[in-house]
């Protein structure tokens, strides 16, 4: 309904956090980047970027949407401001399902079909962050973000470098994943034998 209206829903929408951030005299904050699976009729068939998502809970799959939320947190109000449709590439889903498959009959790689290349069409959900984050900065320049907060998803250096680019000397604050590289001073260090050798402190 909302896609095909002629309302211009985005406008609303800036314009709505335009009015709170001036109403209640807010000049800076921290964004916080999530994504939500919302299920949907098993007959649904026209919503956008409908596909096939994992319950997590059933550890089946369900039919639904995910949806890539950018919240602000500031020390009077928090809302949500802005959000956008995640969707596998189709073409690339099924390639990846029947290279899993072939994989595991044993296979070899040089026998397996060749990755396809992703469409544009369908970006991953980081690029569709780093979009709603530059058209935050294109609609409030003036704003003052002091962090940027994400998970794993998220923590890779494609990503934090791409802040950097948006707003300098932001800080990124995001989840690690245990193969991931930490850098103290001069030293590296695997990240799970950092932390399994640092208890940290109340």
Same mark, same amino acid.
């Given at each position: 309904?909302?896609?095909?209206? !002629?309302? &211009?829903?985005?406008?609303?929408?800036?314009?709505?956090?335009?009015?709170?951030?001036?109403?209640?005299?807010? @000049?800076?904050?921290?964004?916080? %980047?999530?994504?939500?699976?919302?299920?949907?009729?098993?007959?649904?068939?026209?919503?956008?970027?409908?596909?096939?998502?994992? #319950?997590? &809970?059933?550890?089946?799959? %369900?039919?639904?949407?995910?949806?890539? *939320?950018?919240?602000?947190?500031?020390?009077?109000?928090?809302?949500?401001?802005?959000?956008?449709?995640?969707?596998?590439?189709?073409?690339?889903? $099924?390639?990846?399902?029947?290279?899993?498959?072939?994989?595991?009959?044993? /296979?070899?790689?040089?026998?397996?079909? %060749?990755?396809?290349?992703?469409?544009?069409?369908?970006?991953?959900?980081?690029?569709?962050?780093?979009?709603?984050?530059? @058209? =935050?900065?294109? +609609?409030?320049?003036?704003?003052?973000?002091?962090?940027?907060?994400?998970?794993? *998803?998220?923590?890779?250096?494609?990503?934090?470098?791409?802040?950097?680019?948006?707003?300098? #000397?932001? +800080? /990124?604050? @995001? +989840?690690?994943?245990?193969?991931?590289?930490?850098?103290?001073? !001069? &030293? @590296?260090?695997?990240? $799970?034998?950092? =932390?399994?050798?640092?208890?940290?402190?109340?």
């Amino acid at each position: 309904m909302f896609r095909h209206s !002629k309302i &211009k829903w985005d406008s609303i929408l800036r314009n709505s956090v335009k009015s709170i951030l001036a109403q209640y005299g807010i @000049t800076n904050g921290i964004l916080i %980047i999530d994504d939500k699976d919302h299920s949907r009729s098993k007959n649904a068939r026209k919503l956008h970027r409908l596909h096939k998502i994992k #319950d997590k &809970k059933t550890g089946g799959y %369900i039919l639904g949407q995910n949806i890539i *939320l950018l919240y602000l947190v500031t020390s009077k109000v928090s809302f949500p401001i802005s959000f956008a449709f995640y969707a596998p590439d189709p073409l690339w889903s $099924e390639w990846s399902r029947e290279d899993q498959r072939l994989k595991k009959n044993g /296979v070899p790689k040089l026998k397996r079909p %060749i990755k396809p290349e992703r469409s544009e069409d369908y970006p991953k959900k980081y690029a569709i962050a780093l979009e709603l984050l530059k @058209t =935050f900065k294109g +609609q409030f320049p003036s704003f003052k973000v002091t962090c940027v907060l994400a998970d794993a *998803l998220y923590g890779h250096k494609a990503f934090i470098d791409a802040i950097d680019n948006i707003w300098k #000397d932001v +800080q /990124v604050i @995001t +989840q690690l994943r245990k193969n991931q590289k930490i850098i103290q001073g !001069k &030293k @590296t260090f695997n990240c $799970e034998q950092y =932390f399994s050798s640092y208890s940290g402190w109340e």
